[in-house]
Nanobody, 127 residues
Framework: QVQLVESGGRLVQAGGSLRLSCAAS????????MGWFRQAPGKEREFVAA????????YYADSVKGRFTISRDNAKNTVSLQMSSLKPEDTAVYYC????????????????????WGQGTQVTVSS
């Protein structure tokens, strides 16, 4: 059974930092691009960050650029999201997802291109 399991979400004060992790099991995703999305209450799921299979192509939403860093460790089958300078508007459930392709240029932002999803982890940023 293929699973993506996120961890690391919690309550944090504005300006603080947090590191989210996503562990994959059931198959290796070393040949897939990986992404992070988030969904706030009453809003649609939105793209946050994505990384190609080799890590040489990385993309960020404008709202998190310069504050968030995505990385992956193919040997451990994990992907991480380092978040800093957190703002209340970053409050959301964060989801890890595996893209259907290795190279994700042009499609990294679309949830429809991701075939596996985790259950999400809650990040709450207090002001």
């Amino acid at each position: 059974q293929v699973q993506l399991v996120e961890s690391g979400g919690r309550l944090v004060q504005a300006g603080g930092s947090l590191r989210l992790s996503c562990a994959a099991s059931g198959r290796t995703f070393s040949s897939n691009g990986m992404g992070w999305f988030r969904q706030a209450p009453g809003k649609e799921r939105e793209f946050v960050a994505a990384i190609s299979w080799s890590g040489d192509m990385i993309y960020y939403a404008d709202s998190v650029k310069g504050r968030f860093t995505i990385s992956r460790d193919n040997a451990k089958n994990t992907v991480s999201l380092q978040m800093s300078s957190l703002k209340p508007e970053d409050t959301a459930v964060y989801y890890c997802a595996a893209h259907r392709l290795a190279y994700i240029s042009g499609t990294y932002y679309s949830p429809l291109q991701y075939t596996y999803w985790g259950q999400g982890t809650q990040v709450t940023v207090s002001s």
